[in-house]
């Protein structure tokens, strides 16, 4: 016996949470008509409750539901599959826009072709019944080749920045075209301007990318895996930072207990990838995140709030 949790449909954050519902919903269909319709007849109801019931059923068993939903999971899975790409901690800049590039590519294809839920569930409603629960016939809300387009258009906008894209992209052997020939001259002009862009010799930059791509992986050069360094540190998403103080709400006091503010700081910039210390230093904006009188959920403690001080625990003064 498996049990499965059926929540509800949130926004486009919670992606992974909406898709586990909706497939929950298809899984558990008959056991759900069947709850539905019993709780319609239930003598112990009320009479409000059993119309409520008696609406769900009625809205659960129509064609048209059941055609939205295959659709609404046909999605969530691709989107599903985006978010947990994009979410990963070594995704970089050219990796997201390849992911979201193919992603938009297979909704493309899905939309003239049919999902394969919907193509399931198509198929599965046969004599008026599917999984055995009566059907009756309705016309789905979801216009479907509108439906995919709006999503594809809003991924296309949600594409990283395409002249930095642009010259990343060269450090990606992904994009190398396969011909000797074409490879020779490749992303030169490109990997100059990203050395100009972060004050490296561009000269430089050029004859060891040249090199690698000529001579081998061994062949890069100094102010080469420099770029590259840097090119992997642009972060896609916010996933890292969320993730980071996230950490500012772990309810295990025995961690949170040796959480510094500057430690803090410190630990943020680890795990985000952030620039040289020595170039930007956070720790005011967390102190004056702190003196606005943010705290944990969980922390409370009673009397006179003392004033925060560096060397006093993150616990302390965010439970103040």
């Avoid at 059926?6 to 898709?19: C, D, H, K, N």
């Amino acid at each position: 016996m498996q049990i499965l949790k059926i929540g509800q449909v949130f926004t486009i954050r919670w992606v992974s949470s909406s898709f586990n519902t909706v497939k929950a919903v298809l899984k558990d269909f008959p056991v759900l008509a069947h709850h539905f319709q019993s709780a319609s007849e239930d003598g112990s109801r009320s009479g409000a409750e059993k119309a409520k019931y008696t609406g769900l059923h009625k809205h659960l068993t129509s064609t048209g539901f059941l055609s939205d939903l295959a659709t609404m999971k046909d999605v969530l899975r691709e989107l599903q599959s985006l978010s947990l790409k994009l979410q990963k901690c070594d995704t970089s800049l050219v990796d997201a826009s390849r992911h979201i590039h193919q992603t938009i590519e297979v909704l493309s294809a899905m939309k003239d072709n049919g999902g394969k839920t919907e193509l399931k569930v198509t198929a599965g409603i046969t004599s008026g019944q599917f999984k055995g629960v009566d059907m009756r016939e309705t016309q789905p809300k979801i216009k479907k080749s509108q439906f995919y387009q709006s999503i594809i258009d809003n991924l296309t906008r949600r594409l990283p920045d395409s002249e930095l894209v642009t010259m990343l992209k060269p450090m990606d052997q992904h994009f190398w075209p396969k011909d000797r020939r074409e490879l020779v001259l490749f992303g030169e002009s490109e990997v100059g301007k990203f050395a100009k862009l972060l004050g490296e010799s561009a000269t430089e930059a050029v004859s060891e990318f040249r090199d690698w791509k000529l001579q081998g992986k061994e062949h890069q050069g100094k102010t080469l895996k420099r770029l590259i360094v840097a090119s992997n540190t642009v972060l896609p998403t916010s996933a890292e930072c969320e993730r980071g103080f996230s950490a500012c709400n772990d309810t295990d006091c025995k961690t949170r207990n040796r959480l510094r503010a500057r430690s803090l700081n410190a630990l943020l910039f680890v795990d985000l990838n952030g620039p040289p210390i020595n170039k930007f230093d956070p720790f005011p904006f967390i102190q004056s995140w702190i003196n606005k009188g943010h705290r944990t959920s969980t922390s409370w403690v009673p009397g006179p709030r003392p004033q925060p001080a560096e060397n006093r625990p993150l616990w302390a003064i965010l439970s103040a």
